[in-house]
């Protein structure tokens, strides 16, 4: 089983739409999670940290489910401006980050 | 506005030919991560550094990779002799160490080895 397992897309959604990403993770002892984007041809940027009681930012919601070592990220009222690539991210310990091989969105007008 | 700044931005090369990444990390950042990026095998950790030491160099192949930090301010990573199978996109990475740590990426080298 892979490390980080995420749904690689492309999910096409029209502007507004709500879309939802899910990923797995299989080491029960890490320790921190997070959410990054990455755009065509650049580098990867963090969206958000994931935290056990979810949180939310603006338009963004994460959550986690330590038990089910599920990690979900919710996008309200896409825009274009969102399609990228999201990559989530597991930290398993010593500072060193597993990334996913994320999922592609695309948010068409 | 601190950033990772990586050169060459892209590189064109022969096989057999060395080649060498830099890294400068943000400044205050005690970690370094070099990481590739390929469309099969996704983001790879190949090796990092805390404090300027190797920590894990797990991920590289260790017979034409190396990676060093000669100084606070440059990482280095070396392919000799390097392979078309080397071609990817590298990242340098540098943050601060904590278990909550954020990551920040440099640019990239766009590697082609023909």
């Known amino acids: 089983r892979k490390e980080v397992e995420q749904d690689p897309g492309p999910f096409n959604v029209p502007e507004g739409a709500t879309v939802a990403f899910n990923c797995t993770y299989s080491n029960s002892a890490s320790q921190s999670f997070f959410w990054y984007r990455q755009d065509c041809r650049k580098e990867p940027k963090l969206l958000m940290s994931v935290y056990s009681s979810g949180n939310e930012d603006g338009r963004f919601t994460a959550q986690l489910n330590r038990a089910s070592q599920y990690i979900s990220l919710l996008i309200r009222d896409s825009k274009l401006s969102d399609s990228a690539t999201y990559l989530c991210v597991v930290n398993r310990g010593y500072s060193t980050l597993t990334f996913g091989k994320g999922t592609m969105l695309l948010v068409s007008p | 506005d601190a950033r990772v700044t990586q050169t060459p931005r892209d590189k064109v090369t022969e096989m057999g030919q060395e080649v060498t990444m830099r890294c400068q990390p943000i400044?205050?950042?005690?970690?370094v991560f070099w990481y590739r990026q390929t469309m099969m095998q996704g983001l790879e950790l190949l090796a990092y550094f805390r404090n300027r030491a190797p920590l894990d160099d797990s991920g590289m192949p260790k017979d034409r990779f190396s990676a060093e930090m000669p100084d606070a301010t440059l990482a280095t990573l070396k392919i000799q002799p390097s392979e078309p199978r080397d071609s990817a996109v590298y990242f340098c990475?540098?943050?601060?160490?904590?278990?909550?740590?954020?990551?920040?990426f440099g640019p990239g080298t766009r590697l082609t080895v023909l």
């Open positions: 400044l205050g950042h005690n970690t």
């Open positions: 990475a540098s943050g601060t160490g904590t278990v909550t740590d954020t990551q920040y």
